[in-house]
């Protein structure tokens, strides 16, 4: 079942949206090669002691020791900040969660390292990046959640790409997690009917190779079963009875 939303409470999350899509925007932009991944934590822990009340949702959620997931290559989601330096020529999914007013936002961007991009990172991220506007799109009171995981699958595979099945989008809000789960695969007019006063969590996560992964040994870090490249974008989205309003939106 769906959790629906308050007027009230998707002001918080939009207020809190605002605040994480700024922190990821600094976040992504200051990745270069000889960073660490801890140093990525570090700056996003930073950036939110200029935001009074904000709190980073993922440190501690079932656990996780850090603020942010910083995922390289092929390590789709949940990479543990550690020593790892970025090396010219990576791609890195930097996720991160910010609890706000008692509401909980969620998002994801994935970029390359350094300045020379190899064509298949360039690709793979524009692809991944606009299959999560395509999901966008379709986020309309009335339709389904096979609606939004067809219209991800669909552009994904037309581009010679997979989804990874294995982990899916949810809802989002009093919880960093909650129901309903929402895959990015699926076919269309199936599975719970959209209402407005619903926010979701879309976040698409696309393989270069096969769709299959596998969870490393730290107990957070899934990576592409073939070692191939992945990418992965996320964003909070409410849905209003005039459609879809992205709540972790920036330029």
């Known amino acids: 079942m769906a959790i629906i939303k308050t007027d009230q409470e998707i002001q918080a999350l939009r207020e809190g949206g605002a605040i994480l899509a700024q922190?990821?925007?600094?976040t992504t932009e200051a990745v270069q090669p000889g960073m660490t991944t801890n140093d990525l934590d570090a700056l996003f822990v930073e950036g939110l002691k200029k935001f009074d009340g904000a709190e980073a949702s993922f440190l501690g959620y079932r656990e996780y020791?850090?603020?942010?997931?910083?995922?390289?290559?092929?390590?789709?989601?949940?990479?543990?900040?550690?020593?790892?330096?970025?090396k010219e020529g990576d791609i890195i999914g930097v996720d991160c969660g910010v609890r706000y007013k008692g509401m909980c936002t969620d998002m994801a961007r994935t970029v390359s390292v350094g300045t020379v991009v190899r064509?298949?990172?360039?690709?793979?991220?524009?692809?991944?990046?606009?299959?999560?506007?395509?999901?966008?799109?379709?986020?309309?009171?009335?339709?389904?959640?096979?609606?939004?995981?067809?219209?991800?699958q669909t552009y994904v595979e037309?581009?010679?790409?997979?989804?990874?099945?294995?982990?899916?989008?949810?809802?989002?809000?009093?919880?960093?997690?909650?129901?309903?789960?929402?895959?990015?695969?699926?076919?269309?007019?199936?599975?719970?009917?959209?209402?407005?006063?619903?926010?979701?969590?879309?976040?698409?996560?696309?393989?270069?190779?096969?769709?299959?992964?596998?969870?490393?040994?730290d107990g957070w870090t899934v990576s592409t079963i073939d070692g191939t490249l992945s990418a992965h974008f996320e964003d909070t989205i409410a849905i209003l009875p005039s459609g879809p309003e992205v709540l972790t939106h920036y330029s």
Not at 23 to 26: G, K, R
Not at 65 to 86: A, D, E, F, R, Y
Not at 136 to 145: E, H, K
């Open 158 to 217: 037309q581009h010679g790409y997979s989804v990874v099945r294995a982990l899916v989008g949810h809802g989002v809000g009093q919880h960093v997690h909650e129901e309903p789960n929402v895959p990015n695969y699926g076919r269309k007019g199936t599975g719970l009917e959209l209402q407005a006063g619903m926010v979701l969590a879309i976040e698409p996560m696309v393989n270069i190779g096969k769709y299959e992964v596998v969870f490393e040994e």
């Open 65 to 86: 020791p850090k603020s942010i997931c910083t995922s390289i290559n092929s390590q789709v989601v949940h990479g543990i900040p550690g020593s790892t330096v970025l």
């Open 23 to 26: 922190l990821v925007a600094m």
């Open 119 to 152: 064509a298949e990172v360039e690709q793979l991220i524009a692809v991944t990046k606009q299959s999560l506007q395509e999901a966008i799109a379709v986020m309309q009171p009335g339709n389904t959640l096979g609606d939004i995981g067809s219209a991800v």
